[in-house]
Structure formats: C-alpha cells, structure tokens
C-alpha cells in the first residue's frame, strides 16, 4: 500500500492556513484529500473547565495524539492537507518522529504582524495577541519546502504555488533536513509545562 501525501501548513492563528487548506482541497485533482487541523482536535475535547495543570496536559496529550491521527491516515494511503502551528519545538521534533519525512511537503504560512492583529480583531473568536506571542516561535526553525505570504498573494494564489510543488516535491525535503539535524533521542516531548497559547 502506497502512503499518502502529507502538506503541512505551519503559521501563526490568524495567519491563512485554514482557507488555503479549504483552496487546496478544491483544486488538488489528482487524489482524495482530507483536511486535519489542530483547532478541530481541540474542538473535540469536553467542554468543562479544566485548571492550568490539567488544561496543559490535556493539549499536550491533544497534540500528540494530533500528530499521530495525522500518520495513521497517510500510512493506510489517504492524502493530507495539515493545518498546524508549530509554537512550540517539541512540536516539530514529534512530527519528525512520527510522520515520514519524505511524504510531507512542509509549507511556511507568513504574514505581516500587524495584518494579523487587524484579522484577529475582526474574527474576534481569538485570544488578543495570540498570533503575537506565536510570531517568532513557528517559524524558528528556519527551513521549509515551499513559503507563502497570505498578506500578498490569496489563499488560491497559495494553493496553487503549493499544488505545483506538490508535483515535484523536492529531494531531500525540508523534513529529511530537519531530522538530520536533530537526533532521535532529541525529539521526546518535554514533561515540563507547555504555553498554552495554541
């Protein structure tokens, strides 16, 4: 059995990664893709109010098992489109561990701070200053196989830039670069608290 593809989108709340997965889901043709995103794993959870010890262990156990939904679907053959924000390293170094380097197209979703603190204000469904305190953390590890910029291009100008990638993924990707630069034992999520801010 052939494992699926996997397009990772990383970036910020508020950054675009939702409506380019909605695009890319619309003009990709040659496969039957699924959209996975983080905020619908968190959506999931029950609804009672957790304390801060509990509430942090619970996105990390949501994360993890994020990551891990994201390998079963692509091992079993089904095409991804991933809408994730990396703000925290263990989180890349999980997906590195878990999800098959050469099958994830990794895509760096940009934009402007002060357009997504306008966007935040206007969905007005955001934590102020969300998008803030993720802006220099998702991006931090510096290597991607394909970067758009939300506030220049539309998410079908992105989903088309991402599409024409998509058919000729480079070699070695941007996953393969990562997990050589960072050794397996390296990629354990800490058992120290995490942000909570996504």
């Not at 991607?144 to 000729?168: G, M, N």
């Not at 070699?171 to 050794?183: D, G, M, N, W």
Request: one cysteine or more.
């Amino acid at each position: 059995m052939t494992s699926g593809r996997i397009v990772f989108l990383n970036g910020t709340s508020s950054s675009g990664k939702s409506s380019i997965a909605r695009e890319l889901l619309d003009i990709l043709d040659d496969g039957v893709f699924f959209h996975l995103a983080v905020d619908s794993f968190n959506a999931m959870r029950s609804k009672r109010e957790l304390g801060a010890e509990e509430l942090d262990a619970a996105l990390r156990r949501t994360r993890m098992g994020f990551h891990r939904s994201i390998a079963a679907m692509a091992e079993v053959g089904n095409d991804l489109v991933v809408d994730h924000v990396l703000s925290e390293p263990w989180r890349l170094l999980d997906c590195l561990t878990v999800l098959p380097p050469e099958d994830v197209l990794f895509v760096g979703v940009h934009c402007p701070l002060d357009e997504l603190a306008r966007r935040e204000l206007a969905r007005g469904n955001r934590p102020a200053g969300l998008a803030a305190h993720q802006y220099a953390l998702v991006h931090a590890h510096g290597d991607y196989d394909v970067e758009c910029d939300t506030s220049t291009a539309s998410p079908r100008e992105c989903a088309q830039r991402i599409k024409e990638f998509l058919r000729h993924r480079p070699s070695p990707t941007a996953f393969t670069r990562l997990r050589r630069r960072h050794p397996r034992d390296s990629r354990e999520p800490p058992t120290a608290k995490h942000s909570l801010f996504g």
